[in-house]
């Protein structure tokens, strides 16, 4: 059992640039989150998704896109990084009693 | 607005020592989960307390849920240096679209 699978680990992204960070589960949960974390803090939530084809926004949305075609996926995209998404990104995925977390992905904007 | 609130956000503590943290919550949900963080690690569930008057222990950790305060507290008996770690509250608010929002989290740090 996989649980909730992130890719890539790390990257380093120019501004400007844009990328998509993956994040995958295999326990056919409704409830997928994406949150960031930066260095010393708590977890902000970005986007989240209570079922296939419905996404919302969070406590930090700004620069961040998301969308939910399959239970399964769960995707973030950054478009145009800037040096403030400078960050650890999150992705979990929940049942009602229970919240599981991937390995997280470390970006640097540079 | 969900607030997820917990104190203090750093502790030093000695071995031997028995201290409380607190997480407070700013409107209803039935149930709370706690998370340990080493540095540089992804989230490590320690506790789900899923309805009013939950307590779970395990090993040195105690947590407890009132969900009529809207408060949750993990207690710590007899500190040892293998729990210095970040500790996080979350609470999923269902009945505010699903969203689970997370306390600033409380730095512990276990001193001989």
């Known amino acids: 059992n996989a649980g909730v699978t992130q890719t890539p680990k790390f990257r380093i992204l120019k501004i400007g640039q844009s990328m998509t960070l993956q994040c995958t589960q295999d326990?056919?949960?409704?409830?997928m989150y994406w949150y960031r974390q930066d260095p010393g803090m708590g977890l902000k939530l970005i986007y989240y998704?209570?079922?296939?084809?419905?996404?919302d926004k969070g406590e930090v949305p700004n620069g961040y896109n998301v969308s939910r075609s399959t239970t399964e996926d769960f995707p973030l995209r950054l478009e145009l990084a800037a040096p403030s998404q400078t960050s650890v990104y999150f992705c979990?995925?929940?049942?009602?009693?229970?919240?599981?977390f991937g390995q997280g992905t470390r970006l640097t904007v540079v | 607005e969900l607030k997820v609130e917990q104190n203090p956000l750093f502790l030093s503590m000695q071995e031997g020592k028995n201290y409380t943290i607190y997480c407070n919550y700013s409107?209803?949900?039935?149930?709370l989960y706690w998370y340990r963080q080493d540095p540089g690690k992804s989230l490590e569930s320690l506790f789900v307390?899923?309805?009013?008057?939950a307590v779970k222990q395990e090993g040195r950790l105690m947590a407890s849920l009132d969900t009529k305060a809207r408060l949750s507290t993990l207690h710590i008996t007899a500190a040892v240096h293998d729990l210095s770690a970040t500790y996080f509250c979350?609470?999923?608010?269902?009945?505010?679209?699903?969203?689970?929002?997370f306390g600033q989290g409380t730095e512990l740090s276990v001193k001989p």
């Open positions: 979350a609470v999923p608010f269902y009945n505010q679209g699903g969203k689970l929002i």
């Open positions: 307390l899923l309805s009013n008057g």
């Open positions: 998704s209570v079922g296939a084809g419905i996404t």
């Open positions: 409107t209803t949900s039935d149930r």
């Open positions: 326990m056919n949960h409704n409830y």
């Open positions: 979990a995925s929940t049942t009602v009693t229970e919240a599981f």
